[in-house]
């Protein structure tokens, strides 16, 4: 059963703290996203990688997030240090080729900033 | 940026009940996509579709690319339906979400 997973499911942290989420795409899919849910914004797009290189971040707060993709397998969403409004759930989403391809979300990833 | 609209925001029925959820957007998409999230929290996918219309069991979807907007049909509604519904339209790679639609369905 080809699934996006992510881990850790829920993270509770103090401000000030490194936060690092982790995501294995669906095997062969060659598209990553990461997906950010709030109440006030909604779902949006923060940074996605096409064959593990990025190519848009514009989503993301710079000066305290960074997103990686390691390898084919894994992709990190990294904040540094975090605060309360980073509060929200954060999903990974993954696509095989093609641009306009369907994607498929993860669990998500429920972060609380205390 | 493309906007994505959904309406209605909130709807209740009754479980057997019939709804329509409309999703418009004001550019031109690549192609569109609609999701049910659960209480859990997970997004399931229902309907990937650019234009034309899909079904899906009690589910069905139609866009009309040329006029902008996509509905999300559910007949005979039953609990397990409830949560939020989502449309969103690709444009340029990237998703772009409507507010979603928050159902509940009552036994």
């Known amino acids: 059963d080809a699934r996006v997973t992510q881990t850790p499911r829920h993270k509770v942290t103090e401000m000030g703290q490194e936060v690092t989420m982790r995501c294995q795409p669906i095997?062969?899919?060659?598209?990553v996203f990461w997906y950010r849910q709030t109440m006030m914004q909604g779902l949006e797009l923060l940074a996605y990688?096409?064959?593990?290189?990025?190519?848009?971040d514009s989503g993301m707060p710079k000066d305290r997030f960074s997103a990686e993709m390691p390898d084919a397998t894994l992709a990190t969403l990294k904040i540094q240090p975090s605060e309360p409004r980073d509060s929200a759930v954060y999903f990974c989403?993954?696509?095989?080729?093609?641009?306009?391809?369907?994607?498929?979300f993860g669990p998500g990833t429920r972060l609380t900033v205390l | 940026g493309i906007q994505v609209e959904q309406s209605p925001p909130d709807l209740i029925l009754q479980e057997g009940a019939n709804s329509t959820l409309r999703c418009n957007f004001s550019?031109?998409?690549?192609?569109l996509q609609w999701f049910h999230q659960n209480p859990w929290g997970q997004l399931i996918n229902l309907f990937y579709?650019?234009?034309g219309t899909k079904q899906n069991g009690r589910l069905s979807a139609t866009t009309v690319a040329t006029e902008r907007y996509s509905l999300l049909y559910i007949s005979s509604s039953q609990t397990t339906d409830s949560g939020v519904y989502f449309c969103?339209?690709?444009?340029?790679?990237?998703?772009?979400f409507g507010q979603g639609t928050e159902l509940s369905v009552k036994p």
């Open positions: 990688f096409r064959n593990r290189a990025p190519l848009d």
């Open positions: 550019d031109s998409v690549n192609n």
């Open positions: 579709i650019p234009s």
């Open positions: 969103a339209a690709n444009q340029g790679g990237k998703l772009i």
């Open positions: 989403a993954s696509q095989e080729a093609g641009v306009y391809n369907e994607q498929f």
């Open positions: 095997l062969g899919h060659n598209t």
